[in-house]
T-cell receptor, first 117, second 114 residues
Framework: DTGVSQDPRHKITKRGQNVTFRCDPI?????LYWYRQTLGQGPEFLTY????????KSRLLSDRFSAERPKGSFSTLEIQRTEQGDSAMYLC???????????????FGPGTRLTVT | KQEVTQIPAALSVPEGENLVLNCSFT??????LQWFRQDPGKGLTSLLL?????REQTSGRLNASLDKSSGRSTLYIAASQPGDSATYLC?????????????FGAGTRLFVKA
């Protein structure tokens, strides 16, 4: 088990461009979460998936943001028409739901740092 | 609306000192509380998870307690080491009719001096 992985680790883009990030959760983890973190703040919840179903979306997830998890394994987060305010660390986490105790303990990936110039 | 506050925002201690980090939350109807460590520019590492029915968890030099009724959790670090220098984040998860979400505090930046 190699943990949660995210790709790319860093992305620099110009304002107005579209970007897509990928997250590979820990194998057999059914739940997958996306967060955004800006400097000096804790992560802010964006959305989460149970298998391929997107169960909740934060109001932070504007129409320019879309997340998918088509086969219930990896997930992608796309930002369209990026703005400078989108510059942040985008974190992905996963948690297991199979087992005697549904702990929802979250395991985080290394994050993708987005810089919009 | 659930809010999570961590005090202090920053802390500097000499090596070997025992220390306590505080986390408070406004709504006691939490599902669990998790403490994380974050090194600069990196992702989060889970330290301890406390279910809503539990009062504390221990792992090595770390001990986390939970008092739901007062909306408080503490992370106790014994015999601090320079390698403990990092930001420590507290997060509460809610599970109810409103769905599932996790809310983080802003963290406590810890610096342990050699």
């Amino acid at each position: 088990d190699t943990g949660v992985s995210q790709d790319p680790r860093h992305k620099i883009t110009k304002r107005g461009q579209n970007v897509t990030f990928r997250c590979d959760p820990i194998s057999e983890h059914n739940r997958l979460y996306w967060y955004r973190q800006t400097l000096g703040q804790g992560p802010e919840f964006l959305t989460y998936f149970q298998n391929e179903a997107q169960l909740e979306k934060s109001r932070l997830l504007s129409d320019r943001f879309s997340a998918e998890r088509p086969k219930g394994s990896f997930s992608t987060l796309e930002i369209q028409r990026t703005e400078q305010g989108d510059s942040a660390m985008y974190l992905c986490a996963s948690s297991p739901t199979i087992g005697p105790v549904l702990s929802y303990e979250q395991y985080f990936g290394p994050g993708t740092r987005l810089t919009v110039t | 609306k659930q809010e999570v506050t961590q005090i202090p925002a920053a802390l500097s201690v000499p090596e070997g000192e025992n220390l306590v980090l505080n986390c408070s939350f406004t709504d006691s109807a939490i599902y669990n509380l998790q403490w994380f460590r974050q090194d600069p520019g990196k992702g989060l590492t889970s330290l301890l998870l406390i279910q809503s029915s539990q009062r504390e968890q221990t792992s090595g030099r770390l001990n986390a307690s939970l008092d739901k009724s007062s909306g408080r959790s503490t992370l106790y670090i014994a015999a601090s080491q320079p390698g403990d220098s990092a930001t420590y984040l507290c997060a509460v998860s809610l599970l109810g009719t409103g769905g599932f979400k996790t809310i983080f505090g802003a963290g406590t930046r810890l610096f342990v001096k050699a």
